[in-house]
């Protein structure tokens, strides 16, 4: 047993001394909803891992949005599974809620619920289940909550298909610019 204690604690602290590379923003609200809906300014933090991962594996970035009381809320980029990758493809349902309809690839986010437990400060007291984040060639930030994920249905030829998203499942619909 104690043999196990250690080769846990030794497995914990090398993903631990893992390097993260770390770039923070402030986020401005560039409309009057926005500042209505999660205050007129945010402090983004995206952490990227600083080493390559191993082949196959796709790295876990981390977003997390802080609003101006302290309050925190957690999110994972969905880079890993086939329909969240769909999900985010130019045209995808997460281009279409966002209101993208050209080349455009919004990126996918899924909520750490267990790090927002009581801190969400913008799509009700639970938060947001997912985030679309897109970022224009002019700088202007689009960040949407979602309340529910989007679902895929297989198709007779053996492809998936989004299902329709019912607009009523967007909670939030936020605009920003870069500090």
């Known amino acids: 047993m104690r043999i196990f204690g250690l080769m846990l604690a030794g497995a914990l602290g090398a993903c631990a001394m893992t390097p993260m590379h770390t770039a923070t923003t ?7 909803a926005t500042a209505l809906a999660a205050g007129q300014q945010l402090t983004m933090t995206i952490e990227t ?5 191993p082949e196959g ?12 009381e302290g309050r925190l809320m957690s999110f994972d980029q969905s880079n890993h599974a086939p329909m969240h990758v769909m999900a985010q493809g130019a045209g995808g349902p997460l281009a279409q809620v966002m209101g993208l309809f050209g ?11 267990d790090e927002n437990e009581g801190a969400p400060f913008f ?8 985030l679309g984040y897109y970022e224009g060639a002019d700088g202007a930030i689009q960040i949407v909550g979602l309340s529910q994920e989007f679902g895929f249905e297989s198709r007779p030829d053996g492809s998936y298909g989004a299902l329709p998203y019912s607009p009523d499942q967007v909670c939030a619909r936020l605009r920003f610019r870069r500090q």
């Open 26 to 32: 402030t986020l401005v609200a560039a409309d009057a």
């Open 49 to 53: 891992p600083g080493q390559t991962p």
């Open 57 to 68: 594996e796709d790295p876990v970035i981390l977003m997390r949005l802080r609003n101006s």
């Open 103 to 113: 080349d455009e690839r919004p990126t996918l986010y899924g909520a750490r619920r």
């Open 123 to 130: 799509c009700g007291e639970s938060g947001p289940v997912a």
